[in-house]
C-alpha cells in the first residue's frame, strides 16, 4: 500500500552571476511514501537553470529523503528540518550531461568535502557563485516543512518526526527525566542528584530516549501505557516542562482528549501522560519505539478502562528505546 502528498520546491527568486543563472523556477512535486523501513524517495530531476562554466549546461535538481512507513498503523517517520542524519532530506544538483553531483542537506549536516567540493566544475561553495549555498539550502529547508506541513494535511496519518533535544529545558527538570539503572540494566528510578547511588550504576539521559515529535491526527485513538510507574513520574512537571519546551514555550491549557469518552470528565490540572497509539491500554517492552508523551488530565491518566482521542491535530512527545 502507498500514498502520495505534494508539495512544491524551489526558489521564487532569480539569481545570477557570471558562473550561475537560477531562472526562480517552482515546480509542484508528487512525493509517494510506500510502506517499509528505511525507504528512499528521490524526485525526478527538474531544471532550475544553468551553469557557465567549461561552456554552459542546464543545473538539474532533486529532492531525496529517507523514511519509514508502517501502513497497519499509519504512521510515517521522517526526520525533522534541524535534526542532522544522512536520512533527512537533501537537494542533489548536477549540471546536465555530467556526473558531478552535490548535495545540500537541509540541516547542518553532511560532508562537504565530499558532497560539493570535489567536482571539477560544479562547486557552488566557491567565491564564483556568492551566496548560492544558502539558496539550495533553502530550497531544501522549505520543502521539509512543506513535506510535514502536507502530511498534516491529509488528517489521517501520524507524523514521528525525528529531532533532537532542543534547549530551554531547564537543569532541574533534565535531570529528573533522566533514569538510573542497576548494573545489569534493572531500572532503579528517576535520577536524584542528592542521592549517592554507589559504584556500578548507569545514568542514562533524557537525550537517550528523546526521539522527537509525533504529530497524532484528528480523531487518532491513544491509550495509557500500564506499568509506566517506575519511569521518571509522568505526573511530576518535568514531562510538561519537556512538553513546553518541545513546543516552542506554549503552555497546554486542556486534556488532548477533552471529554471524551462521553464518561469521563476531565479537570483542569494536566501531566504528562505516557500513552500509546491505538484503543486498548498495554504494557509495553523495554526499548520500545512506540511510547509518546501527551497533556492530558487525571481523570484520564488514572483510568485504564477507556481510551482516548485526539479532539484535533495534536502534538506529542516521541520517546524512543523506552525505559532501556
Not at 133 to 145: G, L, M, W
Not at 149 to 161: D, E, H, K, P, Y
Not at 220 to 242: C, E, K, M, Q
Not at 251 to 275: E, Y
Request: aromatic content about 10%; proline content about 7%.
Amino acid at each position: 500500500m502507498s500514498f502520495c502528498v505534494k508539495l512544491s520546491v524551489g526558489s521564487p527568486v532569480p539569481y545570477q552571476v557570471p558562473t550561475l543563472n537560477l531562472h526562480g523556477h517552482v515546480y509542484e512535486i508528487e512525493v509517494s511514501f510506500k510502506e517499509g523501513i528505511n525507504n528512499s524517495f528521490t524526485s525526478p530531476e527538474l531544471e532550475f537553470g544553468d551553469i557557465h562554466i567549461g561552456g554552459r549546461r542546464k543545473l538539474l535538481g532533486a529532492l531525496t529523503f529517507r523514511y519509514s512507513y508502517d501502513v497497519k498503523r499509519n504512521i510515517v517517520r521522517i526526520c525533522g528540518t534541524d535534526f542532522p542524519s544522512a536520512d533527512g532530506m537533501a537537494f542533489i544538483t548536477r549540471p546536465e550531461g555530467t556526473e558531478q553531483y552535490a548535495c545540500e542537506h537541509a540541516a547542518n549536516a553532511g560532508f562537504a568535502a565530499d558532497e560539493v567540493h570535489h567536482n571539477r566544475d560544479w562547486n557552488y561553495n566557491s567565491p564564483l557563485m556568492p551566496g548560492a549555498a544558502k539558496i539550495f539550502k533553502d530550497i531544501a529547508r522549505s520543502a521539509n516543512e512543506a513535506l510535514i506541513a502536507a502530511l498534516a494535511a491529509t488528517n489521517n496519518v501520524g507524523i514521528q518526526i525525528r529531532e533532537t533535544l532542543p534547549a530551554g529545558l531547564p537543569l532541574e527538570h533534565y535531570l529528573k527525566l533522566s533514569t538510573v539503572h542497576h548494573p545489569d540494566g534493572r531500572l532503579i528510578g528517576a535520577f536524584d542528584p542528592a542521592h549517592n547511588y554507589g559504584e556500578g550504576v548507569q545514568i542514562k539521559k533524557l537525550d537517550s530516549y528523546y526521539g522527537g515529535k509525533w504529530n497524532v491526527p484528528v480523531n487518532g485513538p491513544f491509550a495509557n501505557v500500564i506499568g509506566s510507574t517506575p519511569d521518571p513520574t509522568h505526573s511530576a512537571p518535568s514531562w510538561i516542562a519537556l512538553w513546553i519546551a518541545v513546543y516552542g514555550g506554549v503552555t497546554p491549557v486542556g486534556c488532548t482528549s477533552l471529554n471524551f469518552p462521553s464518561t469521563v470528565k476531565c479537570g483542569p490540572v494536566l501531566i504528562g501522560g505516557h500513552v500509546i497509539d491505538g484503543e486498548v491500554p498495554a504494557a509495553v517492552a523495554s526499548g520500545s519505539n512506540d511510547v509518546m508523551i501527551l497533556p492530558i488530565c487525571h481523570a484520564h491518566n488514572n483510568n485504564n478502562k477507556v481510551y482516548m482521542e485526539a479532539i484535533t491535530r495534536q502534538n506529542a512527545i516521541w520517546l524512543s528505546n523506552y525505559m532501556n
